[in-house]
C-alpha cells in the first residue's frame, strides 16, 4: 500500500524546536514535491514549506520564514521539517503531502500552495506550543 507517515511532534514551551519526519512506503519520494500543510482548530488549513523532488526548490511560507526549514533525504525516503523558535500560533496538526505533477514541483517555487491536487497525504503530527 501506499502511504505516507509523519512523526516528530508533541508539546514544547515557546521558543523551544520540533523536527517532524515524513516517511514514504510503497512508493519512491524523490519522484514527488513534498509540501507540509498545518491545520489549526477552527481555522483553514494553509500550507507551511515546500520541497521538490530533488531538493533543487524550495519554500517557506512567511509565518514561518527564518525559523522553519525543510530538506529531504531520498536514501532513507524522507523529508523533515525543522521547526525552531515556536511560538504559540504554529499550535496545529502538520500534515505531509505527496505531488509529482508539474504544477506541484512548481509550487515549491511560487508558494501557491494547491492541497486539492496533492497525490498522497499523511494522517498527520499534532504539535502544541504552550507555556
Known amino acids: 500500500q501506499l502511504q505516507l507517515v509523519e512523526s516528530g511532534g508533541g508539546l514544547v514551551q515557546p521558543g523551544g524546536s520540533l523536527r517532524l519526519s515524513c516517511t514514504a512506503s510503497?512508493?519512491?519520494?524523490?519522484?514527488?514535491?513534498i509540501a507540509w500543510f498545518r491545520q489549526a482548530p477552527g481555522k483553514e488549513r494553509e500550507g507551511v514549506s515546500c520541497i521538490s523532488g530533488r531538493g533543487g526548490s524550495t519554500n517557506i511560507a512567511d509565518s514561518v520564514k527564518g525559523r522553519f526549514t525543510i530538506s529531504r533525504d531520498n536514501a532513507q525516503n524522507t523529508v523533515y521539517l525543522q521547526m525552531n523558535s515556536l511560538k504559540p500560533e504554529d499550535t496545529a496538526v502538520y500534515y505531509c503531502?505527496?505531488?509529482?505533477?508539474?504544477?506541484?514541483?512548481?509550487?515549491?517555487?511560487?508558494?501557491?500552495?494547491?492541497?486539492?491536487?496533492?497525490?498522497?497525504w499523511g494522517k498527520g503530527t499534532p504539535v502544541t506550543v504552550s507555556s
Open positions: 503531502a505527496a505531488g509529482g505533477s508539474a504544477t506541484l514541483q512548481a509550487m515549491c517555487v511560487t508558494g501557491y500552495y494547491r492541497p486539492f491536487n496533492m497525490d498522497y
Open positions: 510503497g512508493f519512491t519520494l524523490d519522484n514527488y514535491a
